[in-house]
Every structure is written in structure tokens, then in C-alpha cells.
């Protein structure tokens, strides 16, 4: 059913509110007061005598009620760093003024001293490991043994920034009842509330997280609005008055969470026909100067690491390790598009080696029913990894686009050369591993008294569509209109906590669970002996409310020791074709035609889907071609719109959208997780068609002009 | 932050002698952004948004005269603009996004004096003059003396950029406007070149112009090349010459947006494709 955005018109007509639309009475503007070194032991903070600080509140690391720590996997990161400062930006204090114009104004008052030490800037260099695995199948130097060849390469992937177009912004408040409310742009109202009970200890129930219209996310909502909330709380409790803390584009850019970078070695043997016997990758990542969510980065990252591709000897070994820069987050795909661009764009060195066809080789080797994963994983059901390179080739008409794309290149006169290139992807839905089991996820579906159908999640609508596609679900198993269901608003004090809404898992898994609610609130209706179909009238006065929790599928098995077994209920898959054109005199390159084919499970709505499709593509293409984080003194150093370059409508190609469905018997109605699988398929896809076009093998992103001139001189000049 | 707003070309240009150092503001796109940053407060504002007169384009004998307040998007859209000055057109039509073009003026283009000013080439290469008034005198200006440094233009204090002469040429052999900005929308230049060729019958060189900016920290017109042509065949080899005279003319530089390796061999490339 391809429905309408239950929030679309709000949005559209303006009546939606987002943070910074909110007025509040005796508001108090609050700004950060950040470190302007990458590492260094603070000495003093100084606060300019000749200012007029009356009706500036400051916070201080010093006003903390409980704990300093913003807790998330570990209790590194400080709310407000004390002692010893370890990256640029890295927040001290917060102050507020009821003018904004003036709360800037004194932030640029307080000057910080510092005893200066030496920053590690290069992961490479760093000795601190936040955390490492190891993946081991088979024998991996009996694969070698048998190999007729071995193809090894590095590749890089940079930082991207996330570019949601709403800023970073919360407010805070405590009623009169000892409440802490905080209010604001967010994908995991309870991380949020998770993270500030230590900081601010009362009873649970005394903080309510509620999440405010959201202007996007795609991760990097998901655990920074923990610290953003944790200044605003701080400041309106010493203040006590509400505090509004909304950041700028530019402090936005340079303090948040960003892309983790990576470093990927790939070392593969290989048969001359094009069997992989042994796969040897090595992952490093730069996760920044705290933890974050770093570990999980890089085990979803080492995770999707080999490829879509059975190897029977593996061996993975990934590692994030600490640099003074600011720390990297999550980021639709979270370390998965990393290690995808590096394993897809080895396929293409591989076949270029040996001299084969790189589709053969990917066909010849691609996860069908019954592949083992590099983890022992067996795929049992629910792999349309074939179907999406096979749609994708066919709609695509590749040969012959590819044939037509030589021929224009042996035109000397002609000013731009073309290629076309293909990726296949695959992306693990949900949580890894154990994550749901421990989550144990609540959502619901409730009658009011009046007939209201009300679904009950704490996940969050933030631009890509939760609110529509959780209705739907419930609307389908209901079998009513739509238009009849409410979805509550995501509020710790009204909702249970359905988990945080990322890895897309939202449709997959809860949604699951309001299906179920939904099949049981049927089943008591059909068992009061209500008829369908449905009347408003016949569930008025009904008063039904059921809550279902996550629980572990029988039959997987993940062992978090030694990283074997079932690390995803489910996979998709994705397949893109991009052709390319190159101009010869300026190396710029111009996407000329996209088609790529996604497997899905089931799109329970169409439309939303391919919204989906289309976003990611456009991300992977500002990945693969344009966003470059300029770093000098281990910050952002382009940390605006006009010089860090995302692409516009104008750089968007037409893309044509497959949708393949190879239905997951867990996901409601067979649907698999959509959000992220788009984000990992373009750039080694756009890298490849840049090869055939050019001749030249790059292997960092993102792939600009000026990369692709300096690998133009780098090697024997090509005749233009 | 105080702003005036005159109603008369008079009134502006005696407000701007009473008010040292306060800011013309015309479109505003620059502006608005340092204002935002916090850098405009305390000074004084002399918006110049109701002094219609500026804003027309009109034939002034052998010149067009483009009046400093008409808009990229007046001039993308002006007909003897189109026709007369098409590179200049080209260039207003890639500035920003719509609505920067509809605000921003070609006298705050060039008050402004960024590298990266699109507009700075194409009116290099047709030669423009700007002409200035201030409460002393009125003073005619070549555009390529008007640019010194980064946002630093060779106007005195008091003078505002009144109106824009472009004089009327023979229509070229060839010209050429390229903006390299890799983004397709809303990008600011890594190199931007404007050229104009003049053949004779003989298939000899009668004029060369050629500009580039975003460059360096000034638009600049190379003239070494265009002298070195002067009444040559552009053959390969005369071409091959030329282009590695370029580097005389024009001192590139690495910055956020790209480096000056890159804009060395593009601008090449871009000039030799020009000739040959």
C-alpha cells in the first residue's frame, strides 16, 4: 500500500514543531563553551572582568549533581570536561542568557588555559585500542595453499557528516514536581533518559524524554543527543528556569558525531576460475577520543566485511582505536558501508587479475540458500542476493550500456569519458548478534475508551517514515482503514520502550511486535463477538490495551566470545548499476544514469521503500563523490554548507528503483530492515564505473577531481 | 547595529561620507552570513535597497552600462546581456542557488572582491570599468585594477560602486565561460575561466583574452599569454607553449575547497581545449 506520511502535512503546512520552535516562558538561551586544543590539561578558566556578566548562569563540570560521565557502552566521555581535555570541541561549560545574541557574546569571554600535550591525530599511530575482534572460519593458509592467485589492496574511506537538516537541539525544564523534562530533536528517547538518571539521581519515573518534531537523523541523533540533553538539564537546574540549547550549523558540524573513518586491507586467494578460497581483511578505525559507540561500529563493520560471498577460509580482524579528534557515532550503515566499499571494489580488482568478467566472479561466488557466512552462519531463508543482481543487470541493460560506453571512449574528440559499474551488497537487519535478546523491546497497541486505535513505541519518526509504516502495520493486521490508527508521541512517560531507533530495525522488529499486539487485540475483539468489518462504533467503550515483548527466535545462536553464529535474523540485498562520465578536462565526474535492485523481504509500503532507496543513493553518492571532512588541528576544518559539499537535486541522476522481495518469515509480513542497505551499495559501485571510464583504480573516497587528476599523472599519461 | 536607508543616489553618497567605515549593503548574501556569525555588530549599515535608479541597465553610447544594484538574475535574463555579453550571463546564472540570485548585485559582487567571484573573469575578458562616486568626485575604474586581495578592492573610503560599463566588441571567433566547482548547484569555484578569441582571416591570432579566478587570491587576466599569441597560429605546438606560460600569470593555491596542483592543471587544460 503506497499511504501517505501520516505527519506529512503537519510538516508541509508548518503546524509540525520542532525544538526551536517551541516557546517557553523565562527561557534561558544556552551556549557551549567548547576546548579549542586537541589534548591538553586545563589549567584555569578565566572569565573576562571586563564583561557584564549579570544574567549569564554558567554550569561547570562542577555542578553535577551525580555522576560526570555520559553513559553509553562505557563511562568515558565526560558531560563537562574537568581535568584534561581530549579533543577540540570538546564541551567545558554551558552558559545561559535570556538573549540569545548576548549567551553568544559571553561564551566569547571565557578563555581556557591549558598545559598543552601531544595529540595523537593518526589512527595508525595510536596505541589505545577501544576495542578489537577476530573472526576465524576454516583454515585460512590451507585456502592460501590452494590458490592460483592472490590479490591484495588497501583502501580508505573517510568521515562523512550527516547533514540532517535539522540541527542538534533540546530543551530542559524541572516542574514543580521534581520532574526533569527534556524535549527535543531524537532518535532514542531512552538512551536519553538512560544516560541522564547517573547524572542527575532521582527516581526514574521523575525524568520524561519526549521527543520533538526531528529534521533527520540518520545516526547522528542517536547517542549525541545524550550529551546535549545532559547540558540543557544541567543548566535549567542551576538556573531554575527552562533552558533552550540549540547549535548552529557550524558547531553542529565540528562537535557532533561524524562517519567513522577506516583503513581496510584485503588479502584474497583465489581460483583462476574465480573461486574465493581465502579472504585475509584487516580493519582499522578511527573512532575518536571517546568510546561512544565505537565497538559496535566496527563488529557491524568486521561483520559485512567479507562481502555477500561464501569463502570457505576467513579471517577478519578489525580494531577501532582512540585519536584526539572528536568522537565518530553512528551513521546510517554504522560500519558497514566502510567495509562494503573496500570488499565490493576487491571484487573488481580481483577480476581485473585475473582477467575475468567481475559480474562472473561475483555470480560465481554471491551467498544463495544455504551459504555459510564468515561466522558459520547458515542462510536458511530470506537471500535474494542473486535476484537483486540479476533485476539490476536486466533493467539496467548493462552490456549493452557498457559496450556503448567503449565505443564513445574510442572517440578521441569526444569530451568526457564513460564507464559503468555494479556492486552487490548485503546488510544484516537489526541488531547484531544477541542486541535484541538484551534490548528485550516493548511496543503495544491500545483502545481507548472513546475507539481510538493508538499504537504505543518509543521509536522515533525522524524523516523516515516510522510513523506510517508502524499505522500500516497495525492498520493491515487489524484489517481497518489507515487513517483510523494514532500513533502516540514518543514520550518516556506515555510509551514503552520499543528500543532505540536506529539499525533499521524499526519496521523489521517492532513492527513485529504491534503486529503481534495487533493479532491478539483480534483476537480478543472476534472472542467479545465483534464482526468485521470494523465499526468505530463496535470498539468504543472496549478499553484493550496489549503490550508484546521481543523475544529470542528459536533458532539462532550467536556466541559474542568468538563471534560464531547467527550474527543477523536476516540480511537484504542490494545490487546497483551506475554508468559515469568523466570530463576530460576538469576529472569531474557526472553520474549519468542509476538502477539498483534492493531485496527487502516484503516493501509493506512501496512508496516509503523506495523514498528510502532514493535518499540513501543520493548519501552514498555525496559519500562516494563529493563530502570530504578537511581536518587541521584535529577538527573539522569545513565546517559549513558551501565547503563541505553535499549533493543537490542538480547532482541527483535518475535512479530507478527494483524492489525485489524475498519474504523473512520473523519481519511482519516478511519485511526485512530498509534503512541502511541503500547507504552501502553506490560508492563501490560509482568507483568501479570510474575504473571502466578511466582506466584508473582508485582506492579512497571520496573520488575527487583532484584525486582522479593525481592518479591520472601518478601513473603512464593516457592519451586525451 | 544601525542601519540608514537613503532614498537618492545624493543622499546615499552624503550618508556614506558622514558615517566613516559603514558598510553599502546592496543584495546582502555576503552580508547576511557575517551578520548571522556575529561579525556586523556595532557597525553601521547604509542599505542601499531603495535607490531604484541603480538598478537599471541601460545603453549608454559604445557601452552597456549595468547599474551596480541589477541582479545576477537581471543580468542572466537581460536580453543585450544574453546577446552582447553572453560570458557574463553564463557566470550570473551559476552563482549560488535561485534566491542568492536574486538578491545578490553585480556591485556587491565586485564590492565584495571574493576569489572565487564568478562574475570577476567575464567582465575581465570584456574589459569592464567601474565607475565610482563619492562625495568628492566621480572616477571611472578598470576592473582589473580594482581587485588587491582578498576582499580588498582599491576603492577609497566614501566611494560606492555606482554602475558597471561594459564596452561593445566585435563578436569573437570563440569564448568560453567554465565554471569548475564539482557540485552542480550552489558550488563555489575551484577555477573559473572566462576567454574571448579574435581570428583573423589567416587563421592567426588577432586577440586573446583570458581570465581566471578562484584561483588565487584575486580574478587575474594572463596577460603573458595573451601578448605571447598575439598574431600566432594556435597550432599544438604554439598552444603547448602558451599553456606553459600560464604559471607567469596566475600563482594557484591550496585551500578547503581544493588545491592549487588541481587548479594548475585544469586551468591548463581548460585553456589549451580553448585554442586548439
Not at chain 2, 540570485?101 to 556591485?107: A, D, E, F, L, V
Request: proline residues 5%.
Amino acid at each position: 500500500m503506497r499511504s501517505r506520511r501520516k505527519e506529512g502535512p503537519e510538516k508541509l503546512t508548518g503546524v509540525a514543531k520542532y525544538i526551536d520552535d517551541f516557546r517557553f516562558q523565562d527561557v534561558l538561551h544556552a551556549v557551549t563553551v567548547r576546548a579549542t586544543v586537541p589534548r591538553g590539561r586545563i589549567k584555569q578558566i578565566h572569565f573576562d572582568p571586563s564583561f557584564d556578566w549579570t544574567g549569564v548562569v554558567v554550569a561547570t563540570a562542577d555542578d553535577i549533581p551525580g555522576e560526570n560521565t555520559v553513559l553509553l557502552i562505557e563511562r568515558d566521555q565526560p558531560v563537562l570536561a574537568r581535568d584534561e581535555v581530549r579533543h577540540v570541541e570538546e564541551p567545558l561549560l554551558v552558559l545561559g542568557h535570556p538573549d540569545r545574541a548576548m549567551a553568544y557574546d559571553a561564551s566569547k569571554h571565557v578563555r581556557i588555559d591549558y598545559d598543552p600535550l601531544e595529540p595523537v591525530l593518526d589512527p595508525e599511530r595510536s596505541s589505545t585500542v577501544f576495542k578489537s575482534f577476530e573472526i576465524q572460519k576454516g583454515d585460512l593458509e590451507a585456502g592460501f595453499a590452494e590458490a592460483d592467485a592472490i590479490v591484495e589492496e588497501e583502501y580508505r574511506v573517510p568521515h562523512q557528516e550527516q547533514a540532517y537538516i535539522e540541527t542538534n537541539g533540546i530543551a530542559a525544564w524541572e516542574e514543580s514536581d521534581g520532574t526533569l523534562v527534556v524535549l527535543g530533536s531524537m532518535q532514542c528517547p531512552y538512551y536519553v533518559h538512560k544516560a541522564l538518571l547517573p547524572i542527575f539521581p532521582r527516581d526514574p519515573g521523575k525524568i520524561r524524554v519526549i521527543q520533538a518534531a526531528t529534521g533527520g537523523g540518520f545516526g547522528g541523533k542517536e547517542e549525541y543527543p545524550n550529551i546535549i540533553a545532559a547540558h540543557a538539564a544541567l543548566l535549567a537546574l542551576k538556573a531554575k528556569r527552562p533552558v533552550k540549547l540549540v547549535y548552529d550549523r557550524h558547531e553542529d558540524m565540528r562537535a557532533t558525531t561524524k562517519r567513522h573513518p577506516a583503513r581496510i586491507r584485503h588479502r584474497t586467494g583465489v581460483r583462476r576460475d574465480g573461486t574465493l578460497v581465502a579472504q585475509d581483511i584487516d580493519v582499522l578505525m578511527d573512532g575518536g577520543a571517546y568510546i561512544t559507540l565505537s565497538p559496535v561500529v566496527l563488529s557491524r563493520g568486521i561483520l559485512h566485511a567479507s562481502g555477500p560471498y561464501e569463502c570457505p577460509n576467513v579471517r577478519i580482524r578489525g580494531r577501532v582505536v582512540a585519536t584526539n579528534t572528536p568522537p565518530n557515532g553512528a551513521f546510517r550503515g554504522f560500519g558497514a558501508p566502510q567495509t562494503l566499499f573496500a570488499a565490493e571494489l576487491h571484487m573488481e580488482k580481483i577480476a581485473k587479475t585475473l582477467g575475468i568478467d567481475s559480474v562472473a566472479l561475483r555470480r560465481k561466488n554471491l551467498f544463495r540458500l544455504g551459504s555459510t557466512t564468515a561466522t558459520g552462519q547458515v542462510l536458511r531463508e530470506s537471500v535474494g542476493a542473486r535476484q537483486t543482481l540479476d533485476r539490476a543487470l536486466e533493467k539496467s541493460q548493462y552490456s549493452r550500456r557498457k559496450k556503448a560506453a567503449a565505443r564513445w571512449n574510442r572517440v578521441r574528440k569526444n569530451p568526457t569519458w564513460r564507464g559503468v559499474g555494479l556492486a552487490t551488497v548485503f546488510h544484516g537487519a537489526g541488531f547484531t548478534g544477541s542486541g535484541e535478546i538484551f534490548l528485550k523491546s516493548r511496543a503495544g497497541v491500545r483502545l481507548t475508551p472513546a475507539g481510538d486505535i493508538v499504537v504505543d513505541a518509543a521509536s522515533t519518526e525522524i524523516g523516515q517514515g516510522t510513523t506510517s509504516i508502524l499505522a500500516q502495520i497495525v492498520a493491515e493486521a487489524l484489517d481497518v482503514p489507515y487513517e483510523w490508527i494514532r500513533v502516540e508521541t514518543p514520550d518516556t512517560n506515555q510509551v514503552p520502550n520499543s528500543g532505540p531507533t536506529v539499525a533499521s530495525r524499526t519496521c523489521m522488529i517492532v513492527g513485529g511486535l504491534l503486529e503481534r499486539s495487533a493479532d491478539k487485540i483480534k483476537e480478543r475483539l472476534a472472542a467479545d463477538g465483534v464482526r468485521w468489518p470494523l465499526t468505530r462504533a463496535a470498539l468504543r467503550g472496549k478499553n484493550l490495551s496489549i503490550t508484546e515483548e521481543f523475544e529470542k527466535p528459536g533458532e539462532i545462536e550467536w556466541d559474542e566470545e568468538t563471534y560464531r553464529g547467527d550474527a543477523y535474523g536476516a540480511y537484504g540485498y542490494a545490487t546497483l548499476v551506475a554508468e559515469v562520465e568523466v570530463d576530460k578536462l576538469t576529472y569531474e565526474v557526472t553520474i549519468r544514469d542509476v538502477v539498483t535492485a534492493q531485496d527487502v523481504g516484503r516493501a509493506i509500503n512501496p512508496l516509503l521503500v523506495e523514498g528510502q532507496i532514493l535518499g540513501g543513493t543520493v548519501q552514498g553518492i555525496g559519500y562516494a563523490l563529493l563530502e570530504n571532512v578537511v581536518f587541521e588541528n584535529g577538527a573539522m576544518a569545513n565546517a559549513q554548507f558551501t565547503n563541505y559539499v553535499i549533493p543537490t537535486t542538480l547532482d541527483t541522476p535518475p535512479i530507478r528503483v527494483e524492489i525485489v522481495e524475498e519474504p523473512y518469515s520473523r519481519g511482519p509480513f516478511g519485511a526485512k530492515g530498509v534503512g541502511e542497505l541503500p547507504m552501502d551499495v553506490p560508492a563501490p559501485a560509482i568507483v568501479a564505473a570510474i575504473h571502466d571510464a578511466t582506466g584508473l583504480f582508485l582506492t579512497a573516497l571520496p573520488a575527487l577531481p583532484e584525486q582522479i587528476e593525481e592518479a591520472f599523472h601518478d601513473r603512464a599519461p593516457r592519451q586525451r | 547595529m544601525k542601519v540608514v536607508r537613503p532614498g537618492t543616489a545624493t543622499e546615499a553618497i552624503e550618508l556614506t561620507a558622514r558615517f566613516d567605515g559603514a558598510v553599502p549593503l546592496a543584495g546582502g548574501t555576503d552580508f547576511m552570513v557575517s551578520w548571522n556569525a556575529g561579525e556586523a555588530n556595532g557597525l553601521t549599515v547604509i542599505d542601499l535597497s531603495r535607490l531604484s535608479s541603480w538598478r537599471r541597465i541601460r545603453e549608454a553610447g559604445r557601452t552597456l552600462r549595468v547599474g551596480s544594484l541589477a541582479t545576477h538574475w537581471q543580468l542572466q535574463s537581460h536580453d543585450v546581456v544574453r546577446r552582447r555579453f553572453p560570458l557574463l550571463a553564463q557566470a550570473c546564472a551559476t552563482i549560488g542557488g535561485r534566491q542568492i540570485q536574486t538578491r545578490g548585485t553585480i556591485g556587491g559582487n565586485i564590492a565584495n572582491a571574493s576569489p572565487a567571484g564568478d562574475t570577476f573573469p567575464p567582465l575581465l575578458v570584456y574589459d569592464a570599468r567601474v565607475r565610482l562616486v563619492s562625495s568628492a568626485r566621480r572616477r571611472g575604474m578598470a576592473i582589473r585594477d580594482v581587485f588587491v586581495g582578498v576582499k580588498r578592492t582599491a576603492l577609497e573610503r566614501g566611494e560606492l560602486i555606482e554602475s558597471i560599463d561594459l564596452p561593445y566588441h566585435r563578436s569573437p571567433s570563440r569564448a568560453l565561460f567554465r565554471k569548475v566547482g564539482t557540485r552542480k548547484a550552489s558550488a563555489i569555484s575551484k577555477t573559473v575561466a572566462a576567454g574571448l578569441l579574435w581570428l583573423r582571416r589567416d587563421g592567426r591570432i588577432r586577440e586573446l583574452r583570458f581570465a581566471l579566478g578562484s584561483m588565487a587570491v584575486t580574478a587575474r587576466r594572463l596577460e603573458t599569454v595573451e601578448s605571447f599569441l598575439r598574431g600566432k597560429k594556435p597550432t599544438r605546438r604554439v598552444v603547448d607553449e602558451a599553456v606553459s606560460l600560464l604559471e607567469r600569470d596566475v600563482d594557484p593555491i591550496d585551500d578547503l575547497r581544493s588545491t592549487a596542483r588541481y587548479r594548475l592543471e585544469v586551468s591548463r587544460n581548460l585553456l589549451r581545449s580553448f585554442l586548439l
